[in-house]
T-cell receptor, first 114, second 116 residues
Framework: SAVISQKPSRDICQRGTSLTIQCQVD?????MFWYRQQPGQSLTLIAT?????????ESGFVIDKFPISRPNLTFSTLTVSNMSPEDSSIYLC???????????FGPGTRLTVT | QKEVEQNSGPLSVPEGAIASLNCTYS??????FFWYRQYSGKSPELIMS????GDKEDGRFTAQLNKASQYVSLLIRDSQPSDSATYLC????????????????FGAGTRLAVHP
């Protein structure tokens, strides 16, 4: 498995502002994933971040709203831009351990937009 | 039709009983299947993975896979109150041009309540 940390663990933000969420892994991984979990809902994949290339976004998610950086094999950031109350969710990063199909999740960032 | 379907529950079982959680999926190309446990306010925790037809046992947990029926299940024996959580079923989908990596498609989850 992998040990994954996220910062911040939670935040309360005003509408129209942006928040950058950091995800750090204790080992080198090729693929990192960003998910959103809205209250009472399951996980929805936002994008896949492969080191050295542009992130790949799922249908319904766009780079202008959710820019992602992946500067090296242990770190990634997700920015939630121009936030509205509908962006209030838990944001989770996960990694696929190289050579396995299993994904492991970070502790999540609980975002509330007022 | 949803890609991964689960009964949302709640599934209520008495302590010591067997809890049976079910999941169906639509993509016959799926090869990898996972069960995650998510406690309220926590992130999902991988508890079982299964890749071939049949049963896979790990402690009190047994995962069962039937690719012909596109069905995967999780049995929890001797259920404990600490097993009360939401159980998420996930199946893989290959990422194109990624060199063999996959994304996961999650079901809505089944809430399990184990009562003393």
């Amino acid at each position: 498995s992998a040990v994954i940390s996220q910062k911040p663990s939670r935040d309360i933000c005003q509408r129209g502002t942006s928040l950058t969420i950091q995800c750090q892994v204790d080992s080198q991984v090729t693929m990192m994933f960003w998910y959103r979990q809205q209250p009472g809902q399951s996980l929805t994949l936002i994008a896949t971040a492969n080191q050295g290339s542009e992130a790949t976004y799922e249908s319904g998610f766009v780079i202008d709203k959710f820019p992602i950086s992946r500067p090296n094999l242990t770190f990634s950031t997700l920015t939630v831009s121009n936030m509205s109350p509908e962006d209030s969710s838990i944001y989770l990063c996960s990694v696929e351990v190289t050579g396995l199909t299993e994904q492991y999740f970070g502790p999540g960032t609980r975002l509330t937009v007022t | 039709q949803k890609e991964v379907e689960q009964n949302s529950g709640p599934l209520s079982v008495p302590e010591g009983a067997i809890a049976s959680l079910n999941c169906t999926y639509s993509d016959r190309g799926s090869q990898s299947f996972f069960w995650y446990r998510q406690y309220s306010g926590k992130s999902p925790e991988l508890i079982m993975s299964i890749y071939s037809n049949g049963d896979k046992e790990d402690g009190r947990f047994t995962a069962q896979l039937n690719k012909a029926s596109q069905y995967v299940s999780l049995l929890i024996r001797d259920s404990q109150p600490s097993d009360s959580a939401t159980y998420l079923c996930a199946v893989n989908r290959a990422l194109p041009f990624s060199g063999g990596y996959n994304k996961l498609i999650f079901g809505a989850g089944t809430r399990l309540a184990v009562h003393p």
